[in-house]
């Protein structure tokens, strides 16, 4: 028999809890990444020392692979006595990683605003801050949400990496019981459904976002 639906009611539970790691890896990382995102815009278009700062560890951290980042955070650092465990370790290297990737996205959309609107509000003597939090930024996030949204779909399909630093989410805990026993084939296709049912749930949440950011935008 190929499929066992009983040993697929037994292994549902694990998955489960393997999912909830894996989801809160997702949002907890991605949160942070859109926030470094941001931070890490604004200060590649600020001064020139500072842009080329922040320019060079965008390009640093977009040039080298994830698993290399993660191992770095998990095993090198330890031998500068930063002890990290691996969930915590993880979360940090997909938080910079896609807050990298992030950051162009935000610096497109940021850039794409006319910069007649900086000048026209200082002429009106609002601050600079006032000026990006309520008139650039409202402008600049709509367009760039469908680029983000793929990035949050892009992480969640890299969660699996954290397996490395044994990290027991989704498709690292489908292997683990897959060798209890030698049947691969049902923990195996129910992580590759779950994965795909998420993706298509943080698709659409994305599409719903999206249009409704567009029509706050044409009020």
Avoid at 120 to 137: E, P, Q, R, Y
Wanted: hydrophobic share 55%; glycine share 6%.
């Amino acid at each position: 028999m190929i499929w066992n639906w009983e040993y697929t009611i037994e292994i549902l539970p694990v998955l489960a809890r393997a999912a909830i790691v894996t989801i809160e890896a997702t949002f907890l990382s991605f949160f942070i990444a859109l926030v470094l995102g941001l931070v890490l815009a604004v200060l590649r278009m600020s001064g020139p020392i500072v842009g080329w700062l922040a320019s060079a560890f965008v390009e640093l951290v977009r040039s080298t692979p994830l698993l290399i980042q993660i191992f770095f955070l998990f095993f090198v650092l330890p031998r500068f006595g930063i002890v990290l465990d691996a969930f915590t370790a993880g979360i940090i290297a997909l938080s910079i990683h896609y807050g990298c990737y992030c950051s162009e996205v935000y610096r497109a959309g940021l850039e794409a605003v006319p910069r007649g609107q900086w000048e026209a509000c200082t002429a009106l003597n609002v601050s600079s801050w006032h000026t990006f939090k309520n008139i650039i930024l409202p402008q600049a996030i709509p367009p760039i949400v469908p680029a983000l949204g793929n990035y949050l779909v892009a992480l969640f399909k890299d969660t699996p990496l954290l397996s490395a630093i044994a990290v027991l989410e989704l498709v690292q805990t489908a292997k683990n019981l897959g060798s209890e026993n030698f049947r691969y084939t049902e923990p195996m296709t129910i992580v590759g459904v779950a994965f795909l049912v998420l993706s298509l749930v943080s698709a659409v949440a994305i599409r719903w976002l999206e249009r409704r950011l567009n029509r706050r935008s044409v009020r």
